[in-house]
C-alpha cells in the first residue's frame, strides 16, 4: 500500500507559481511511476506530468510544457511539481498517483494506469 498526500495548492494570480508536493508513505516510490493530475470543475481528470523510475523519463501534457517541472526526491520519498506562470485554465484540483512495480520505460499518462491517488489539492489561479 502506497499512501500519497499533496499539498502546496492555493490561490495565485496568473502568471503566478506554486510548487506542489506529494508525499508517499507505506513504500518507497523509487520503484514508482509517479504522475501528476488534475481536474477542473465538470471536466474530466486530465494528464499534466509523470516520471518514470526506470529511465527518469519525464513526460508532459501540452498545454504545460515550458511552464511546469516535475522531479522527484527518492531520499525523502516525495515528488514535486513546480508551477510557473500559471494561466486560469490551470485551475483545478491537481492529485498524484503512483504506479507500483512497472518495468516500462515511460510513465502512464491516463489515470486508470496508476495504482494509488493522493486526496488532491486545489490550485485556482485568477485572472
Known amino acids: 500500500q502506497v499512501q500519497l498526500v499533496e499539498s502546496g495548492g492555493g490561490l495565485v494570480q496568473a502568471g503566478g507559481s506554486l510548487r506542489l508536493s506529494c508525499a508517499a508513505s507505506?513504500?518507497?516510490?523509487?520503484?514508482?511511476?509517479m504522475g501528476w493530475f488534475r481536474q477542473a470543475p465538470g471536466k474530466e481528470r486530465e494528464f499534466v506530468a509523470a516520471?518514470?523510475?526506470?529511465?527518469?523519463?519525464?513526460d508532459y501534457e501540452n498545454s504545460v510544457k515550458g511552464r511546469f517541472t516535475s522531479s522527484r526526491d527518492n531520499a525523502k520519498n516525495t515528488v514535486y511539481l513546480q508551477m510557473n506562470s500559471l494561466k486560469p485554465e490551470d485551475t483545478g484540483v491537481y492529485y498524484c498517483?503512483?504506479?507500483?512495480?512497472?518495468?516500462?520505460?515511460?510513465?502512464?499518462?491516463?489515470?486508470?494506469?496508476?495504482?494509488?491517488w493522493g486526496q488532491g489539492t486545489q490550485v485556482t489561479v485568477s485572472s
Open positions: 498517483a503512483a504506479e507500483v512495480g512497472s518495468g516500462r520505460y515511460r510513465a502512464r499518462d491516463y489515470a486508470s494506469g496508476y495504482d494509488y
Open positions: 507505506g513504500r518507497t516510490i523509487s520503484t514508482s511511476h
Open positions: 516520471i518514470a523510475w526506470t529511465t527518469g523519463n519525464i
